[in-house]
């Protein structure tokens, strides 16, 4: 069987991309990563992952209220609605929150994602204290996932340093 020839940027075999170094010692790629998508993707992106999120959620919402009973008109008006208010608070988080500190960054970003997570626990039918609970668990782990990578990323200004 034939070894497969180095890449210019000195991996072998079909998964390789030319270009990208492997640094020795360090998981993933480094350096100055091409961006194969151009602005108007990157514009396009930023509406489009939020609508598709917030179509998923919304059905979701209203499958969990429903609770495997039929389908009815209001039970399809709460998905939209609840799609449409997700879409919004996850479209002003995406514009508004890297305004902010890393600090209060995480805290909203995480934040809407344990707000969200407890919204859909109490549609369930489970008690408000338990979606409560779920959502103030979600954010703190979410925020500490947060904080890490703003922390180890940024000055304490907001710069990127990486």
């Not at 389908?71 to 879409?87: K, M, R």
Request: hydrophobic share 45%; aromatic share 12%.
């Amino acid at each position: 069987m034939a070894q497969a020839a180095p890449t210019p940027g000195g991996m072998t075999g079909p998964g390789s991309i030319s270009g990208r170094r492997r640094m020795p010692g360090r998981s993933g790629f480094t350096g100055n990563l091409p961006d194969i998508f151009d602005a108007r993707v990157h514009r396009v992106a930023k509406v489009a992952i939020p609508v598709v999120l917030g179509l998923v959620y919304g059905y979701w919402a209203a499958a969990n209220r429903r609770g495997g009973g039929p389908i009815t008109g209001w039970n399809i008006l709460f998905g939209f609605v609840t799609a449409l208010a997700f879409i919004v608070l996850c479209l002003a988080v995406a514009q508004f929150a890297p305004l902010l500190k890393r600090e209060l960054h995480s805290l909203v970003k995480s934040g809407f994602a344990g707000a969200a997570l407890g919204f859909l626990y109490s549609q369930s039918g489970e008690s408000i204290l338990r979606s409560a609970a779920l959502g103030l668990v979600t954010t703190a782990a979410v925020f500490l996932v947060f904080f890490y990578r703003y922390y180890t990323r940024e000055d304490g200004e907001g710069n990127r340093i990486r």
